[in-house]
């Protein structure tokens, strides 16, 4: 007997209904793919970890250098970077990053270079040089 609602499930729903879910889940695992990416993108940083004291004291005058636009703080940095690069203070990604943003700055763009200079340190953080550590600093603490 049936009832005044027969429940039968038509072939071409059932087709329909399976073509809905693998659209879903494609469109899911896209999706989940695009956050992966992103977020390990994100993640990394643009500039070296500094390897020395000196780099980090640089890194400092650079940002300020560009953040107040001084060309003859710019030059002091750009000295600096030159001796401590000499002196074997720098690694070659260091220099090649004070260099660059040295660049930016000298040829005007200010802006671009105070934005450079402010990842360069923000990229620091987190990077735990152990180099650049103070030796209380690497103790473990109980």
């Not at 049936?2 to 039968?8: C, D, E, K, L, N």
């Not at 710019?74 to 690694?91: F, I, M, P, Q």
């Not at 090649?96 to 450079?116: L, T, V």
Request: aromatic letters at 6%.
């Amino acid at each position: 007997m049936r009832g005044i609602y027969p429940v039968t499930t038509e072939p071409e729903d059932d087709v329909r209904a399976q073509a809905r879910l693998k659209w879903l889940l494609i469109a899911g695992a896209v999706a989940v793919g695009l956050i992966i990416a992103v977020a390990i993108w994100s993640g990394r940083p643009e500039y070296p970890a500094v390897t020395s004291e000196e780099s980090l004291g640089l890194m400092k005058l650079l940002y300020a250098a560009c953040n107040t636009k001084d060309p003859i703080r710019l030059a002091k940095v750009e000295e600096g970077v030159d001796k401590s690069s000499r002196d074997g203070k720098l690694s070659p990604g260091e220099q090649e990053a004070f260099s660059k943003i040295i660049g930016m700055a000298k040829g005007g763009d200010w802006e671009r270079a105070e934005k450079a200079a402010f990842k360069f340190a923000q990229d620091q953080v987190g990077q735990g040089s152990v180099s650049t550590a103070k030796p209380e600093s690497r103790k473990l603490k109980r």
